[in-house]
């Protein structure tokens, strides 16, 4: 089992980015799998979750219609659309499974991506 986070990048407040998470070793749509990030000195956190079902579960309000989650089982891959950026966007985002099927915030997956970075400038 691996994923591959990439897509990451520096963008002016107010832009977009799409970041990608390749799966590979098992079919990612027939689990829960979620997009979490990390910045400077502060905890991991989660951020958005897709279900095996594609119901997507928000972690963080700040994100609520700024960031969208989706997937393309054909291409084992899932997403992250991230529109209007802010500077406090700014982190290492990473995604992570631990095979099972309800989204959960819980940072104790199994499998995690390398990371990606995203910058985010006032």
């Known amino acids: 089992v691996q994923l591959q986070a990439f897509g990451g990048g520096l963008v002016q407040a107010g832009g977009s980015l799409r970041l990608s998470c390749a799966a590979s070793?098992?079919?990612?749509?027939?689990?829960?799998i979620s997009w979490f990030r990390q910045a400077p000195g502060k905890e991991r956190e989660g951020v958005l979750c897709?279900?095996?079902?594609?119901?997507?579960?928000y972690f963080q309000d700040s994100v609520k219609g700024r960031f969208t989650i989706s997937r393309d089982n054909a291409q084992n891959t899932m997403y992250l659309q991230m529109n209007s950026l802010r500077p406090e966007d700014t982190a290492v985002y990473y995604c992570?499974?631990?095979?099972?099927?309800?989204?959960?915030?819980?940072?104790?997956?199994?499998?995690w991506g390398q990371g990606t970075q995203v910058t985010v400038s006032s």
């Open positions: 992570a499974t631990d095979l099972g099927f309800r989204c959960t915030a819980s940072t104790a997956k199994e499998y």
């Open positions: 070793g098992f079919t990612l749509h027939y689990y829960a």
């Open positions: 897709i279900s095996n079902s594609g119901a997507g579960t």
